[in-house]
Nanobody
C-alpha cells in the first residue's frame, strides 16, 4: 500500500524555522518525484518545492526561494522541507505528494502527482 505521511508542522513565530518530513512507504523514492504543496484557507493548493532523484533536480516557488530547502534521504525513503525565515503568509496546510517519474513532469501541476499525504498544519504568528 502506498502511503505518504507528513510530520513536523506546528506553531512558530515569524522568523523561526520548521522542518517538515514526508515518510513514504509502498514505493521507492528512486522512481518518483516528490513535491510539497500548501493550501491556505480560501486559497488554491500551490506548489512549494519538488525534488527528483531520477534527474537530480530541485524546484522552488519564487515565494520560498532562499528560505526553504528540500532534501531527501532515499535510504529512509523520506523527503524533508527545511523552512527558515518563516513569514505569516507561509501559514497553510502542507502536503507532500509523489509522482511517477517518466522523463517529463511539471512539478507545480497537481495532476502530475499520483499520491498525496494527509497534510500537516504550519502556523506562523506575527
Amino acid at each position: 500500500e502506498v502511503q505518504l505521511v507528513e510530520s513536523g508542522g506546528g506553531l512558530v513565530q515569524a522568523g523561526g524555522s520548521l522542518r517538515l518530513s514526508c515518510a513514504a512507504s509502498g514505493f521507492t523514492l528512486d522512481d518518483y518525484f516528490i513535491g510539497w504543496f500548501r493550501q491556505a484557507p480560501g486559497e488554491e493548493r500551490e506548489g512549494v518545492s519538488c525534488i527528483s532523484s531520477s534527474d537530480g533536480k530541485t524546484h522552488y516557488a519564487d515565494s520560498v526561494k532562499g528560505r526553504f530547502t528540500i532534501s531527501s534521504d532515499n535510504a529512509k525513503n523520506t523527503v524533508y522541507l527545511q523552512m527558515n525565515s518563516l513569514k505569516p503568509e507561509d501559514t497553510a496546510v502542507y502536503y507532500c505528494a509523489a509522482g511517477l517519474y517518466s522523463g517529463t513532469y511539471y512539478w507545480g501541476f497537481r495532476d502530475d502527482y499520483d499520491y498525496w499525504g494527509q497534510g500537516t498544519q504550519v502556523t506562523v504568528s506575527s
